[in-house]
C-alpha cells in the first residue's frame, strides 16, 4: 500500500512558477513510476509528466515541455513537479500516480494523490 499526499498548489500570476511535492509513504518508493495528471474543470484528467521507475528518465506532455520539470528524491520518497512560465490554461487539480511498472503511462496507476489546485491568472 502506498499513499500519497500532494502540496504547492496555489495562485500564481500567468508568467509565475510553483513547485509541487509529493510525498509517498512506504518502503518501496523507488520500484513506482512516479507522475503527474491535472485535470481542469469540464475537461477528463490528462498525463503532464512522468518519471521511471529504474534511471529516473523522465518524459511529458507535449502542452508542458520546456516548462515543467519532474523529478525524484527516494531517499526521501517524494516527488516534485517544478512548472514555469505558468499559463491560464495549466489550471487545474493536479494529481501525484504511483504505478507499479516502468511508466505511469505504460502501466495503469495504482495508487493517487488527494489532489492540489493550480489556478493561474491572467
Known amino acids: 500500500q502506498v499513499q500519497l499526499v500532494e502540496s504547492g498548489g496555489g495562485l500564481v500570476q500567468a508568467g509565475g512558477s510553483l513547485r509541487l511535492s509529493c510525498a509517498a509513504s512506504?518502503?518501496?518508493?523507488?520500484?513506482?513510476?512516479m507522475g503527474w495528471f491535472r485535470q481542469a474543470p469540464g475537461k477528463e484528467r490528462e498525463f503532464v509528466a512522468g518519471v521511471r521507475w529504474r534511471g529516473g528518465s523522465t518524459y511529458y506532455a507535449d502542452s508542458v515541455k520546456g516548462r515543467f520539470t519532474i523529478s525524484r528524491d527516494n531517499a526521501k520518497n517524494t516527488v516534485y513537479l517544478q512548472m514555469n512560465s505558468l499559463k491560464p490554461e495549466d489550471t487545474a487539480v493536479y494529481y501525484c500516480a504511483a504505478a507499479l511498472g516502468p511508466s505511469v503511462v505504460a502501466t495503469t496507476p495504482r495508487y493517487w494523490g488527494q489532489g492540489t489546485q493550480v489556478t493561474v491568472s491572467s
Open positions: 512506504g518502503r518501496t518508493f523507488s520500484s513506482y513510476a
